[in-house]
């Protein structure tokens, strides 16, 4: 465990002194020591000068000739606000009554770094002496020289230094030295941090009740120690102890008379901020928000603005100490979390209103508290609010003459004010935009709110006259507006109607438009284009002189008149009709359209367009069945005083449903196919098309296989064409009644689905596909299923007679194995075999050769047939050699075979390859192996025991045997002691002893180690038969005692 661990929460001040500047040497120090501390920061505080142990330190500082780095004050955990003080002197000695103003923090620790040779070190040295309240450590540095340890021994008997209070530092120590060093410096400054911190609060703990009777002292002295108590157990990070001493510190101070109270709001102030910040660090987070939210509630009315605005602040950056849910947790048992938001959010701005009539001049400070009650309040979800705050700063900005930040703000506002029905503000803000709008000139923007004032009932005759200014206004530049009706949907109003709820593809549908203003004057428009979704094609109106302008109602039949301009998917009807829209005026529109496509007509916009010569300007009003993104919303007051958010699509555009279904085909798919199929085999398939439409169809057919991203699965027209995943052919003209027959080659990898499409036009609609689709499974199977077993080739050999030491040793065994194959048939048909082929796969360290397969031919031309549930056996010679340390060997493989099926229309059936692949084979490493066997059956006390060691090699390799028998206190044995003899590959050899037990029931066999010189390695020896135990230290005999008779 890190030893900085145990300080998890101090918060003493660490001084750092003497460091110079312009030394590299230094530098490097400097940044070692700020990576140390770096990582423990949040353990640190900032100290102060005003002590008399901070006056020494400073001192020492000044009186150095060199140019010193800063003091290091890094930073607490808590982030720089007035929560922590970040100044000498804080805010809290500011705030303190007289009685407290002596408390001062000061370093509870000093770090002097000072050249060993520097001219005024011991002065410097003898004053830091002199304050012995103050930690300290001195760290003398130099470079390497002969009179170091002189002149350091020196300076600790002149100075009277303690030796673990003066250090020395060579500027040529390596790098993971000096790092080292720096940590032992830290941890030295944090113990010694702590340790003061213990003992001042020790101290002030036996004064607390020495200089007066108890329950008779001063209250105001009381106070003073209670808060010191609590100021020590802060700075240890004691924050449980701190939270109890200044709760007892804020009931002195409440108990105090009023008379006795100097800057008594302050100090309230100053001590409720202190339980708050600790309620929120011990995690409290219900009791910080009622500490809190109480504060706020019986806060004074009468304090100045000022003051008000910076306590609001204050407790505002408590928010910065909890997690992002903190002010969700708040609660109390007699409110709702609404009214602490409420609360929090009008003391935020309640010190706005009070700041801006006091303080109207000084902006810095209204426009920050603004935005921290507009945050509160969006976390209450208190919707209103959030838009009086809006308003307001709006209205700042446009008093500072900030127009661009004032139009940025009123985007977001204005259509929310609306929906809200605060007409007095919405037509208070849209007004001035207009004016910031018509000064910045706008031209856009003026259009716009232009076009808002006219859908609302607050317009007027100047709105009217504006819109139809700047509609055909002669302005510079040439740019196209768009302007989108969605904040304006009652500006015009439209109807779309069906004479049917459905229709199919190529079939005729009449369609009425009826289209209303809501504008108190005439508009000149220049086109009206409906645009559709999906199925229908847009349909545009263009403007010509009409015969009769004051009609109410215009009625246009465009069924002849309609015209199609462009190609493909940008086509669209153009009609000529009469569309000025005069004031509350309907124009209705009949025509006809013919879908080429599936789904819902449905509309998507409908877009008037006024064009002038130097722009067109275009209002699109869209449809509430697809543009869901901008729902109209309105709210609606809560009977408990909060605000109901509704919303829903706009209904600017009426239309009923009319669903577009494909025409019904007549047609007719039939497949023949004779399964099942074999893995890799090339199948013909018959498809047969049947008209059955009242006239002659033109058609074509696509055939694709289901899985369109595999491709093991492939077709095609001929056996001998390239094979694909979907192919397509033209069939021409078919006939009533008629059929076409067609032939598709297969082939098959997997079970699939194949797709087969028939699309075809009749000669009446030639411009309208019908499709009709059919699929059908195939079933693909594998030919065969194949077993198999591996055994050895090579046969035991008779023992060698003699041991013959000169034998050479050889480096690599070979093993001779049978791999034999089972192979069995499982479709319905015969199938011929002509070749077999098996690979395995290579491994760096062996050899593998395979021979070719030998096995029951059963035809004359030397091929298998397989039939159906009939096994056929084939074997492979396998020769592997490897090395000796090669444990045991894993392999794998596969058996390719070539075959067809074996029908009287042989030739009919191409050659087939399949590869089976097997499972990994393991192919063991034999070992040699010993065993201990008695030569008697039940062995007894006092008798001489045979005992035989059987030595097996069953590897294809010599093995040198170096073997030594040890003494064992229970038994006496007759029998080589050492040996040193060969053992032949694929023999054995047996050794005979005579054993004679001593004492006891079971005693412990000699304990012979045999060594396999070539490896190193020990050979296991296993007792056999149920006398001998075999245990880990060796072998135990159990024997029976001789009864005398």
């Keep these: 465990m890190d030893k900085l661990d145990q300080f998890q929460h101090p918060q003493a001040a660490i001084a750092i002194d003497g460091l110079d500047a312009d030394d590299p040497f230094v530098r490097g120090l400097w940044s070692l020591l700020e990576a140390a501390l770096g990582k423990h920061s ?31 004050y890094p930073v607490a955990s808590v982030s720089a606000s007035a929560l922590t003080p970040s100044s000498s002197p804080p805010p809290a000695l500011q705030l303190l009554p007289r009685w407290l103003a002596s408390i001062a923090n000061h370093p509870c620790a000093l770090l002097l770094f000072r050249p060993l040779h520097e001219p005024l ?3 410097h040295l003898t004053v830091l002496r002199s304050s012995p309240t103050l930690p300290f450590l001195v760290v003398l540095y130099s470079a390497p020289a002969a009179s170091v340890d002189a002149r350091i021994a020196s300076i600790r008997k002149s100075a009277s230094l303690d030796p673990r209070s003066l250090l020395f530092l060579s500027t040529a120590a390596p790098k993971h030295q000096l790092a080292a060093f720096v940590r032992d410096l830290v941890l030295f400054a944090f113990s010694a941090a702590t340790e003061h911190c213990s003992a001042s609060f020790k101290r002030l703990r036996k004064d607390r009740y020495r200089k007066a009777p108890s329950g008779t002292q001063d209250p105001s002295r009381s106070l003073s120690i209670e808060y010191r108590l609590a100021h020590w157990s802060e700075l240890k990070g004691e924050w449980a102890i701190a939270l109890s001493h200044y709760s007892a510190a804020f009931q002195l101070y409440a108990a105090l008379p009023a008379t006795d109270r100097l800057d008594a709001d302050e100090l309230g102030d100053l001590l409720t901020l202190k339980i708050c910040k600790l309620h929120a660090h011990l995690g409290h987070l219900s009791s910080c928000g009622s500490e809190f939210y109480h504060y706020l509630e019986t806060m004074k009315a009468d304090t100045a603005d000022l003051w008000i605005a910076q306590r609001y602040e204050i407790f505002g950056d408590l928010f910065a100490l909890a997690p992002a849910e903190f002010p969700l947790t708040f609660a109390s048992e007699n409110a709702p979390p609404e009214s602490h938001f409420g609360n929090a959010g009008m003391a935020y701005f309640r010190a706005f209103l009070r700041l801006r009539e006091g303080h109207g001049a000084d902006r810095n400070h209204l426009l920050p508290l603004l935005s921290k009650a507009r945050d509160v309040f969006t976390r209450g979800n208190n919707l209103r609010m959030v838009l009086t705050c809006d308003y307001h700063t709006a209205k700042m900005e446009y008093d500072r003459d900030n127009f661009s930040e004032f139009l940025k703000i009123t985007d977001t506002i204005v259509p929310r004010l609306m929906e809200s029905r605060w007409l007095m503000l919405f037509e208070e803000l849209q007004q001035i935009a207009l004016k910031c709008a018509q000064t910045l000139a706008d031209f856009e923007r003026q259009l716009r709110l232009s076009v808002s004032f006219l859908s609302k009932d607050i317009s007027t005759s100047e709105h009217r006259d504006l819109f139809q200014s700047l509609l055909h206004a002669d302005t510079s530049g040439s740019e196209d507006v768009e302007i989108d009706l969605q904040e304006s949907p009652t500006l015009f109003s439209a109807r779309v109607t069906y004479r049917e709820s459905k229709a199919f593809v190529g079939s005729s549908i009449p369609i009425q438009f009826l289209l209303t203003s809501n504008i108190h004057g005439p508009l000149a428009l220049s086109t009206i284009r409906i645009e559709f979704y999906g199925a229908l094609k847009p349909v545009e109106f263009r403007s010509v002189a ?36 005069l004031p509350n005026s309907t124009l209705i529109f009949q025509f006809v359209q013919i879908p080429r496509e599936v789904g819902d007509a449905k ?19 869209p449809s509430p069945d697809l543009d869901t993104s901008h729902p109209h919303t309105w709210y609606e007051s809560l009977e408990n005083g909060g605000v109901k958010c509704i919303q829903q ?10 669903k577009i279904l494909p025409k019904p085909p007549k047609i007719k798919i039939e497949s023949s196919f004779e399964g099942p199929a074999f893995v890799g085999e090339v199948v013909p398939l018959n498809v047969e098309i049947v008209n059955e439409e009242d006239e002659d169809v033109v058609a074509e057919v696509i055939v694709r296989v289901k899985e369109e991203m595999d491709e093991k699965n492939q077709v095609s027209w001929t056996r001998d064409g390239s094979p694909t ?10 006939s009533t009644s008629a059929s076409t027959l067609l032939y598709i080659h297969l082939l098959y990898q997997k079970q699939t689905t194949l797709e087969l499409i028939s699309k075809y036009t009749l000669p009446s609609d030639p411009a309208t596909w019908i499709t009709k689709s059919a699929q059908l499974k195939i079933q693909v199977i594998s030919p065969f299923r194949a077993t198999h077993k591996l055994l050895p080739r090579a046969t035991q050999r008779e023992s060698a007679a003699v041991f013959d030491l000169d034998i050479p040793i050889g480096k690599y065994i070979t093993q001779s194995l049978y791999f034999v194959i089972g192979i069995m048939g499982i479709g319905p048909f015969e199938l011929k075999i002509d070749k077999m082929m098996m690979k395995v796969d290579q491994n760096p360290v062996v050899r593998i050769d395979i021979s070719p397969f030998s096995g029951c031919k059963s035809t004359e031309d030397g091929q298998i047939v397989i039939r159906q549930m009939s096994v056929h056996n084939a074997s492979f010679e396998m020769t592997v050699e490897r090395e000796i340390q090669v444990a045991d ?29 097997f499972p990994q084979l393991n192919i063991p490493n034999l070992s040699p192996t010993v065993l201990a066997e008695l030569g008697q059956e039940s062995p007894s006390l006092q008798d001489i025991i045979p005992i035989t060691y059987h030595f097996d090699n069953p590897t294809y390799r010599t093995l040198d045997l170096l073997l030594n028998a040890e003494s064992s206190e229970a038994v006496a044995y007759a029998g080589p002691r050492k040996l040193q003899f060969r053992l032949l590959p694929l023999s054995s050899h047996t050794l005979h002893y005579n054993l004679l037990p001593i004492t006891l029931e079971t005693s412990r066999l000699p304990l012979l180690r045999i060594i396999d010189t070539q490896t190193e390695r020990a050979l296991c020896v296993i007792g056999v038969g ?9 072998i135990d005999i159990w024997y029976q005692r001789n009864i005398s008779k």
Aim: charged share 15%; aromatic share 6%; net charge negative.
């Design 1026 to 1034: 149920e006398n001998l135990i075999n245990d880990p230290n060796g």
């Design 603 to 621: 509309i998507s916009s409908i877009v008037f367009a006024a064009s002038s010569p130097n722009r067109t300007v275009r209002l699109v009003l």
């Design 889 to 917: 060997l894993v392999i794998g493989g596969s058996l390719e075979m070539r075959w067809r099926r074996m029908e009287p229309l042989d030739e009919s059936h191409e050659w087939v390859s399949t590869i089976l692949s």
């Design 546 to 581: 009409s015969q009769d302008p004051s009609t109410l109602f215009k009625y246009h039949d465009l069924t002849s008149d309609m015209s199609l301009e462009g190609t493909g998917e940008n086509s669209y009807f153009v009609v000529e009709a009469d569309i000025n829209v």
């Design 725 to 734: 995943t979907e192919i397509s052919k033209s069939l021409g003209i078919i």
């Design 121 to 123: 070190l011991l002065p």
């Design 649 to 658: 699509p706009l209904a600017a555009i009426r239309s009923n449903v009319l």
């Design 42 to 72: 949040r353990l640190l505080w900032p100290p102060l000068h005003s002590s008399s142990s901070s006056t020494s330190a400073s001192s020492l500082s000044s009186a150095s000739s060199h140019a010193a780095l800063p003091l290091l």
